[in-house]
């Protein structure tokens, strides 16, 4: 071989090593980037999603999300420490943390009228002492109720969903939809708030996130038709599970009413497929929340309640509100954006986590 020909092909070598290097690192850059865009605005498929979904199932502990309504409650309970006995100073310390932490007026003094009894009852004098007697009222004033979430015993089951826009319908969902395919249940997303179309848009791609089903209408459909379709295709299918997103808002707050009253209906055609009308309610609203809940509640029959946001808020004490005013079992509560941030809601761990 001529010393020229080998010069060359030698050139040719580092060249085509040089571009395969390139290349390399081209595409593990790239691989970089998808993996650190894997949030829901950038997981565009199931592809994108699929690392989130197999990712092994990390409930949140509820004391690391309640911290702001545990600072609030501790910092007017913090007070009784200064007082030598059980005067109205004192009382006057454990009803502000109610009040703060947005238990609510009315919910607020009956807790303290059937504290001050039980304070009498007990004979207690240290003013230290009216914590754990608070704690043990508040877990007593949360039990009893069913708080579980019910299956159709044969055929699919119909979960419908409804409140205000931007409440966290539509994560809820998706984090509900995941915790039911991991228990073996499919589940399929029924997109009936046809009013915006962004809100399928949304909980299609929350579908692709976590591996569920999506049934969708045009924007404007009769979201009736879209259930309709969604359950016959849940039969189709085999879904387990049929998840009803509705809309939270319309040109009127009697359209609303009107239209959750029919999607309801149209749910109930299939006997005993409706199992849970779900009220999700914005722990950050406070008692306002409470107050567009009740006209939820009125029109269509709720179930239970999502307590959403909960891990954002200083209002952790609207729990007991919700339970005492609408007379509806809080089922779950929402501590963060990401699908396992959803917890069945439990009297005695929630009550553990602001006074732990
Ligand atoms: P929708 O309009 O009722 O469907 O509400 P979305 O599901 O779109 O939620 C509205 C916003 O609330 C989104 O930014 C969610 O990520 C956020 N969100 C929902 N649930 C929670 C929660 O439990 N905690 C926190 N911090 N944010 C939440």
């Known amino acids: 071989m001529s010393p020229t020909l080998a010069a060359v092909l030698l050139i040719g070598i580092f060249v085509l090593a040089g571009a395969l290097i390139a290349l390399g690192l081209g595409?593990?850059?790239?691989?970089?980037?998808?993996?650190?865009?894997?949030?829901?605005?950038?997981?565009?498929?199931?592809?994108?999603?699929?690392?989130?979904?197999?990712?092994?199932?990390?409930?949140?502990?509820l004391r690391d999300r309640l911290g702001k309504t545990r600072a609030t409650l501790s910092r007017s309970l913090g007070a009784l420490t200064g007082h030598r006995a059980i005067d109205d100073e004192a009382w006057d310390s454990v009803e502000e943390a109610l009040l703060l932490a947005?238990?609510?007026?009315?919910?607020?003094?009956?807790?303290?009228?059937?504290?001050?009894?039980?304070?009498?009852?007990?004979?207690?004098?240290?003013?230290?002492?009216?914590?754990?007697?608070l704690r043990e009222e508040l877990v007593e004033d949360l039990a009893g109720p069913d708080r579980s979430l019910h299956h159709a015993p044969d055929g699919p089951t119909v979960w419908l969903f409804v409140g205000v826009n931007g409440t966290g319908k539509t994560t809820t969902i998706a984090k509900l939809a995941r915790r039911e395919i991991d228990d073996g249940r499919p589940a399929l997303l029924a997109a009936a708030d046809t009013f915006r179309a962004a809100a399928a848009d949304q909980l299609t791609h929350w579908a692709d996130r976590v591996g569920a089903d999506v049934v969708r209408g045009q924007e404007g459909a009769d979201p009736g038709s879209v259930v309709f379709d969604a359950m016959n295709a849940a039969g189709g299918r085999g879904a387990g599970v049929v998840l009803v997103d509705t809309a939270g808002r319309m040109h009127t707050k009697v359209n609303l009413m009107e239209e959750l009253?029919?999607?309801?209906?149209?749910?109930?055609?299939?006997?005993?497929?409706?199992?849970?009308?779900?009220?999700?309610?914005?722990?950050?609203?406070?008692?306002?929340?409470?107050?567009?809940?009740?006209?939820?509640?009125?029109?269509?029959?709720?179930?239970?309640?999502?307590?959403?946001?909960?891990d954002g808020t200083s209002k952790g004490g609207i729990v007991l509100a919700i339970e005492a005013e609408l007379d509806i079992p809080v089922k779950l509560v929402g501590v963060g954006e990401a699908p396992d941030d959803l917890v069945p809601f439990d009297p005695e761990e929630f009550v553990a986590a602001l006074f732990a």
């Open 27 to 61: 595409l593990s850059r790239r691989a970089r980037r998808l993996e650190e865009a894997g949030g829901p605005a950038a997981a565009t498929g199931a592809d994108a999603a699929s690392p989130s979904v197999a990712a092994p199932p990390r409930p949140p502990a």
């Open 102 to 133: 947005d238990v609510g007026v009315a919910t607020t003094s009956r807790l303290l009228d059937d504290l001050r009894a039980r304070a009498a009852a007990d004979r207690i004098g240290d003013p230290e002492q009216l914590v754990p007697l």
């Open 261 to 310: 009253k029919k999607v309801r209906r149209i749910a109930e055609r299939t006997p005993g497929a409706l199992q849970e009308v779900l009220l999700v309610i914005d722990a950050t609203t406070g008692q306002n929340g409470l107050t567009q809940a009740t006209q939820f509640a009125d029109a269509v029959d709720v179930t239970g309640v999502v307590l959403t946001k909960l």
